[in-house]
């Protein structure tokens, strides 16, 4: 349309028509015109929106026909940020810079995608400007010729009546009394074994009322539950099945486009149970009287009620009569978020593996919109997949803006390669969900999008400045609803969290309006993991080490809790001797270090019995340290008061005095054990040897132990011998 010398239309557009518009520049996003003038520009989208849809220039004067250039930084995001206050969430305007000047300016192009079935409406009023209101909320708007009509809401309702028309047996795969199931968006579908069996399983499971299939938009979640609904009806599982859907918009080629939404009210889902069930007359009572008598006729019979899309379903008494079925009947439903609580199995819709994803974009391949795949091979169809995280719909959406498959591949690994997929697909997939996010939740969201790696909850907690409490439980929320991932870090043997990589672009994408605090949440987690909130330098070099995850063992944490200990901070000790035992369970050295703290700081013998008894379990094979472990384990026990406690301490005291013959402590404590058994040969055969090596105090535990032994086993002369060697050693 341009002439990119001049930049001005080419011959034959320097008009405006039905199809575009010329804007001299962008409305600012503050000031006091910017809400008037964004509600213009509003009602122009509007009104190519519920036409064919069309393009607005900004930067070209609409009476000469130059260019001009725009002058306002905008995107994609600030542009539709601005037009959501009047328009339905549905209609997303993709907006570019092109031809940008060296002092910036530009010409700003908004391409405005057409209308579904049914026009959009205006959701909110237009501000007052000399006391009137440009439009209503409720009313629409249209392109007629090159100008924009606005419509009042009572001529929008009889134009969108006008419209209307029948649809009984195309919204339906089965429409006869008692079924009425919905019609299958899919033509074939690819088998997901592993969900399909969840879902089936659930249908049948008698404690469970609701099974509820959660993922973000274009997992399959209405693929999967048509499929479970129909498969019921063909095994007649059911008595009757009424299938409504609550779906107002869908992705295509051209963009998101609105579409007529079945469920309003739960009045209407009164009604449609009424019909499948053969009894219309239901239709004419009150409310009250009506859920009365539906749910009389529903406890009568085995059935299944199907909702697709509950997450746009605002009358909540819908989900309050799902939460309350009679009982033996059963309902499938599919959301964005789980809404219904009661009696309910989540049956989370992920991303598609690798066979079924390839199995996926050869169905495809059979269908006349498609055939300009042609003989795609499985690892072409592995490598566009993954690059749009195995997303069904992503795929297909894909594959729908390509003209060739050398154009999905590049187009897809170009989007890898600069983390940024299609505004269009991120809209539909997270726009809702999002919006209806609480505060922390979007806060955890935007923490996880920072990096490109998974995090420990403890550097969420940080830069969210929230407790830990309320981090993992929304943690658990945002896993549950597909948004967040949770992985298993070997090295910190502990859970940490991140975004698959569609989602991390769309809340980046929605964090371009806000740099600064993109660059606040890269300074919280940057003092957190360099420990800059340690002030102890010694300190500091551990915790660091410890939460950049290059301590791959128990070292850092078990230094820090010695280091807290010789501070008598004995609460951050065992805080901490805690930790490195639930990241390291097999470490000996925690253990044993956090049984001394117990025995000595605590004087909880208990406890320090149990954790040698662990450090013992995983001592080394040889050496000190072994020795060490198991001569405190029977010096603790030999006085546990257990049954057979000197059963189990001469066993360990063994071993310690094996591994090393010269620990007299050891062998002091084994000749003990030994006497207390009656083993007076034993206890000679362990003291003899060392009694002359030992220092003064071993000789005074020994003596009596190895006297005892000799009279025991009449060793007359050993035991003079001992005598005069003692008293000449005490004398020394």
Same mark, same amino acid.
């Given at each position: 349309m341009f002439d990119k010398s001049t930049i001005r239309p080419r011959f034959g557009y320097n008009h405006e028509t039905e199809l575009w518009d010329y804007k001299r520049d962008c409305p600012p996003k503050n000031g006091p015109n910017a809400d008037a003038a964004w509600a213009n520009i509003a009602s122009d989208v509007l009104a190519f929106h519920n036409q064919q849809g069309g393009l607005i220039f %900004?930067?070209?004067?609409? *009476?000469?026909?130059?260019?001009?250039?725009?002058?306002? $930084?905008?995107?994609?995001? $600030?542009?539709?940020?601005?037009l959501r206050r009047y328009l339905p969430d549905n209609i997303f305007v993709e907006y570019s810079r092109e031809f940008i000047q060296d002092d910036q300016r530009y010409l700003g192009v908004a391409l405005i995608p057409p209308r579904g079935p049914m026009p959009a409406r205006f959701r909110a009023g237009a501000p007052l400007t000399n006391g009137k209101r440009k439009f209503e909320k409720e009313g629409s708007a249209r392109r007629e010729g090159d100008s924009t009509r606005i419509l009042s809401p009572a001529k929008t309702e009889a134009w969108i009546q006008s419209l209307h028309v029948p649809t009984v047996g195309n919204s339906f795969a089965v429409d006869i009394p008692y079924f009425r199931i919905l019609k299958p968006e899919y033509e074939e579908f690819v088998q997901r074994s592993e969900l399909g069996r969840q879902i089936e399983r659930s249908l049948r499971d008698g404690r469970i009322a609701v099974t509820s299939l959660v993922g973000i938009g274009g997992m399959g979640k209405t693929a999967l539950a048509t499929w479970a609904a129909l498969r019921a009806y063909e095994a007649q599982e059911f008595k009757y099945i009424v299938s409504v859907t609550a779906k107002d918009r869908e992705l295509t080629a051209t963009g998101i486009v609105g579409l007529e939404n079945k469920l309003t009210s739960f009045e209407r889902l009164l009604d449609e149970i009424a019909d499948v069930l053969q009894f219309p007359d239901l239709r004419e009572l009150p409310i009250e009287k009506k859920e009365e008598e539906i749910r009389t006729l529903l406890g009568s019979d085995k059935g299944l009620i199907y909702v697709d899309n509950l997450e746009t379903v605002d009358d909540v008494r819908i989900i309050d009569f799902l939460d309350e079925l009679p009982a033996g009947v059963r309902a499938i439903v599919t959301s964005r978020r789980s809404r219904?609580?009661?009696?309910?199995?989540?049956?989370?819709?992920?991303? $598609?593996?690798?066979?079924?994803?390839?199995? %996926?974009?050869?169905?495809?391949?059979?269908?006349?919109?498609?055939?300009?795949?042609?003989?795609?091979? =499985?690892?072409? *169809?592995l490598r566009v997949g993954s690059a749009w995280n195995g997303i069904p719909l992503a795929i297909r959406w894909a594959f729908a803006r390509s003209k060739s498959v050398a154009e999905a591949i590049a187009s897809a690994e170009a989007a890898v390669a600069i983390g940024r997929q299609s505004e269009e697909l991120l809209e539909f997939s997270f726009r809702r969900v999002f919006d209806n996010l609480s505060p922390l939740e979007r806060k955890v969201l935007q923490v996880l999008s920072v990096l490109q790696r998974a995090i420990p909850i403890e550097a969420i907690v940080a830069s969210t400045a929230s407790g830990n409490v309320d981090v993992i439980d929304s943690l658990d929320d945002l896993v549950n609803d597909s948004l967040a991932v949770r992985e298993f870090d070997t090295n910190r043997n502990d859970y940490c969290y991140t975004l698959l990589p569609i989602t991390r672009a769309f809340v980046q994408h929605d964090m371009r309006s806000n740099t600064a605090q993109a660059r606040d949440l890269h300074k919280k987690l940057r003092d957190w993991f360099e420990a800059y909130d340690v002030r102890s330098s010694d300190e500091r070099l551990i915790v660091r080490q410890l939460r950049q995850g290059g301590a791959a063992d128990d070292t850092a944490l078990v230094d820090l809790?010695? *280091?807290?200990?010789?501070?008598?901070?004995?609460?951050? *000790?065992?805080?901490?001797?805690?930790?490195?035992?639930?990241?390291? =369970?097999?470490?000996?050295?925690?253990?044993?270090?956090?049984?001394?703290?117990l025995r000595h700081k605590r004087q909880d013998l208990a406890g320090a019995l149990r954790l040698y008894g662990q450090a013992m379990a995983n001592a080394p094979a040889r050496g000190p340290d072994r020795s060490l472990i198991y001569r405190e384990y029977g010096i603790l026990m030999k006085d546990s008061g257990e049954p057979d406690a000197a059963d189990k301490a001469s066993v360990a005291l063994k071993e310690a005095v094996t591994e090393a013959p010269n620990d007299l402590i050891a062998a002091g404590a084994l000749a003990g054990v030994l006497d207390r058994k009656g083993a007076s040969r034993a206890v000679i055969e362990v003291l003899e040897s060392r009694f002359d090596r030992g220092d003064s105090k071993f000789r005074s535990i020994a003596y009596p132990v190895l006297l005892r032994a000799y009279d025991r086993t009449n060793e007359i002369l050993k035991a003079a011998e001992l005598k005069r060697r003692f008293a000449e050693s005490a004398h020394d």
């Open positions: %900004f930067g070209v004067d609409d *009476a000469s026909f130059q260019f001009v250039g725009a002058s306002r $930084m905008l995107d994609s995001k $600030m542009f539709n940020d601005q219904v609580r009661v009696a309910v199995r989540p049956v989370d819709i992920g991303t $598609m593996n690798d066979r079924e994803v390839v199995a %996926f974009v050869l169905m495809l391949t059979k269908q006349a919109a498609f055939k300009h795949l042609g003989r795609i091979t =499985p690892a072409e *169809a809790a010695v *280091a807290a200990e010789r501070e008598n901070k004995l609460d951050v *000790a065992e805080r901490l001797f805690q930790q490195a035992l639930s990241r390291a =369970p097999r470490s000996w050295r925690a253990a044993r270090l956090y049984g001394e703290f």
